[in-house]
């Protein structure tokens, strides 16, 4: 599974950006899809997940209520529209599908295919 994150960019605090992540596989509506983020100087952590059919979503509580997740099987596309920002929201975002489906997992490890990254920064 290969997987293309794009839509990041420049915005001020406040602002909205959309990412997309592209799938190349056929079997993308059967793998779980997260979003992860990492900050310069910080470990990778968890921002969202979504399950195989999309109606099951699950948020870090630092982007509670700002931040949404959604797939488009058809597409093979995973979204992340960010509204809201703040500048600790700059970091390299990541796509990454997990096989089970499910939206249960939180932790980097359990992912088994990984996009390249995509930059949000976030200016004051």
């Known amino acids: 599974v290969q997987l293309q994150a794009s839509g990041g960019g420049l915005v001020q605090a406040g602002g909205s950006l959309r990412l997309s992540c592209a799938a190349s596989t056929g079997t993308f509506s059967s793998y779980a899809m997260g979003w992860f983020r990492q900050a310069p100087g910080k470990e990778r952590e968890f921002v969202a997940v979504?399950?195989?059919?999309?109606?099951?979503?699950y948020y870090a509580d630092s982007v509670k209520g700002r931040f949404s997740i959604s797939r488009d099987n058809a597409k093979n596309t995973v979204y992340l529209r960010m509204n809201s920002l703040k500048p600790e929201d700059t970091a390299v975002y990541y796509c990454a599908a997990e096989a089970s489906g499910s939206a249960y997992y939180t932790d980097s490890y359990e992912y088994d295919y990984w996009g390249q990254g995509t930059l949000v920064t976030v200016s004051s």
């Open positions: 979504i399950n195989w059919s999309g109606d099951s979503t």
